[in-house]
């Protein structure tokens, strides 16, 4: 007999979603989530129509118009120099939202536990498989619980050795920084394609915005270097530049931006949602709101399976497979639309003839 039905191991947006899903069900859940692992980006965006997905599960209090604030467009010099705005007026989703991140997980997860979600604020160890299900450490105690949730992000994976094999599809991470927004940035989430890659900001609900570079790894300089190199590409900007002030010292950190899925996405009383299953590319703010769905419906998927229906699980995996390759051929949709630089690795292994080093398919395992 195992202490809980389920223990979640992530409290980010996806965990949290599976445990309250599971919850709700009338199963016991554990949700271990570790405060100190905490990303260095402070701001993100959620596309039109995500508020109400996030809404309809955890509540109003969810997206407090006071702490995140909602966006009514995007902007973009994508395929060409001009910036052009998308206003979501115009979409029947409506608007989408600037989220602070910390205070977004922090919120949802004190949602789930006042609606009687069992929370352990530590570090899950050493998960075993045991005979009825799986037990880790966590708070100097062992837990064991009939299944093992592992949304723990793009950082884990938590279950170990081949299970957690993933397949790249490209080499892109992210160079950040955290920069003051004049007032033409605050409004919009601005992307800007260059030779070297693309350009972000996204404001922050305080008054600053996150600035990002994504570029290849291999073509990123050395750590020595990068500050100033970041800083010369910003200045070489057409539009992005413009939107943002920089301290003199302001950190520049790198984090892997790939997109990539695990080899198995579940197995014997196990599964992964969220990051941990699989990473979209950030040009399409997807990754957040397709950790909820997902991380929902896997909760509802292992209580219809924890009550002797399986059949939720296959469809929850055929679904999850289904997005990314939707999210693979729309990605290089947009890709073809840049065709500014075709001398320049980045674009041209995205949308120039096949080559050598095409990220067209997947690169070899991890
Ligand atoms: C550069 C960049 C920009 C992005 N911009 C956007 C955007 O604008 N919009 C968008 O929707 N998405 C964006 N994403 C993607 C988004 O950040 C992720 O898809 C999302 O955070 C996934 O949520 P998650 O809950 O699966 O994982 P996470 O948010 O990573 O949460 C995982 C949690 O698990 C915890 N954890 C890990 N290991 C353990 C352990 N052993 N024990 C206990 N806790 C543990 C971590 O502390 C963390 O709190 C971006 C990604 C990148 C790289």
Redesign the pocket.
Known sequence: MTDVSAVV????????AAALALHERGHSVML????????S?A?????PG?GDLVRSLFGEEALDSAVHREAHGSQGAWGSDELVLTDFIANPLGDGWH?D?SAF?AGLTEIVERRGVEVVR????NPEPIADGWSLD?ADRSITGAWLVD??????P?VPGAQSRRTRFDKQM?L?AVAHAKPSALAY?TIEAVSDGWWYS?PLPNGRAVV?L?IDRDQAPPASERAIWWRVRLDQTRHIGGLVELDDRVAINA???ETSCRKQLNGHNWAA????AI??D?LS???????ILM?SRLGTAIADAADGDSAGISEWERDYRMLLEEHLSLRQHYWEQEQRWPESKFWSRRCGQPQEDSLRGPLPEA
């Open positions: 191991v992530g409290s980010g947006p996806s965990g949290c271990i989530g570790d405060s100190r692992v905490r990303r980006w701001g993100e965006a959620l596309p995500a989220l991140r997980d530590a570090r899950a160890t966590a949304a723990s992000g793009r950082g884990g938590l992210a950040i989430t996204t990002a994504m984090y892997p931006a949602v969220g990051d941990s990473t979209w950030p703010s997807q990754g957040t709101i397709t950790g991380g």
